[in-house]
């Protein structure tokens, strides 16, 4: 056998242990696990003495999709390679056209991009002949469709539409993915704050209360299990949420919450005003001490971005209900959350992985990502634990000109990124070219399994 590339001298992290040894790379894949003089010569070396080797990291939640985000695939795939995210999953809006015809303009969309990529299908209008579409999108690998109960763009759902949809998406074998917030109790604390001028930004949090985000995750799930559609809840949030989704069996929900959510809380307005303006809100620091519990407990199985991209002019405006929801975090998540989760909260590595890695592509119906087995895709990142820096805009990858995390300082950063086999980025440097990231038509999940 010939080798394209040998990691040497690191450990490695799967999702159940840690071990010492190399890591040996052909073809795009994981040719082989073992010592120095058990594997081939290989055309290179990489020495990751005192570093981590671990699974590329699976984002889930990306806003590169043209509804609000100004990302393009090339800006944001290169901020998802520098941060060591391998695998990206974004969104194909139905708006005024098929679903099918979104979807393949959603993968038009990403054709640039570095690291490799799927899509979720939102579904945005209520209209039945969307059902036959299900089927058909899930044999072409689009697996995950989202709704909204509540939007900022008036594409909500109404649980009555939600209720026929799961119906249909549980014969198809898709998974339902949501953002779920009650709508008409979010819309009568934002009048009751407009009707009072309560427009600065740290008034946000009370236009949509935990428990809007509780009703409306539990009514969701509800409808999913009733059914039997595997449903997973988008940006868990708060407590309440938590324990909405926790009620059901895990074989047929789930859900995540984002890095955000575990390191910030809404006093963070008070230091970045409207920049910090996140649907649903930053939350109580009892609700970030929710997060970690759930995590801990299995409740929620993954943590992802919710990457969306703006500039500062293009986000804030004159009051809260004037400013876009969403930040940008792709290039920073994983290195935030590791540094709150493994330093700050002890988590293991094993279960970093897990939860940054595994789960999600295990979720999403990836089995060759999220894993260091041989025969699987060679997405692999090459992590110095020991590493602090401190995180500032002028690092951006994305088209964002600003961080929720200016100047937070933060141990274990990413030293390289191989995407099936390429490296794409090395110590801080794009070193891949566009358009190596492939489309991924994703498996049917069987979260039973």
Known sequence: MTLDTVIAGGTLVTPTGTLAADLAIADGTIAAVGTADELPTADRYVDATDRLVMPGFVDPHVHIDGLASIETATSGSRAAALGGVTTLLSFAWQLDRSLPDAVREGRAILADSLVDYGLHAGITREDPAVFDDLGPLCDDGVTSFKLFTVSSYGLDLSYGFVDELFEHLAAAGGVAIGHTEDPSVCAAHADRLKRDGKGDPTWYPHSRPDYAEAMAADSVARLAVEHGTQYYGLHTSSRAATAALASYPADLVRGETCTHYTVLDASAHDRL???????????????????????ADGTISVVSSDHTAYTRASKVGATWWETSNGANALQTSVPVFHDAAVTEHGFSYPSFVRLVSTNPARTFGLPQKGTLDPGTDADVVVFDPHETYTITADDNASEADYSIYEGREVTGRVKQTFVRGELVADEGTIVGEPGHGTFLARERPDWSA
Request: charged share 20%.
């Open 273 to 295: 005003g409207a920049l910090a303006q996140l649907a649903p809100p930053l939350r109580r620091p009892d609700d970030v001490a929710a997060m970690f519990e759930a995590l």
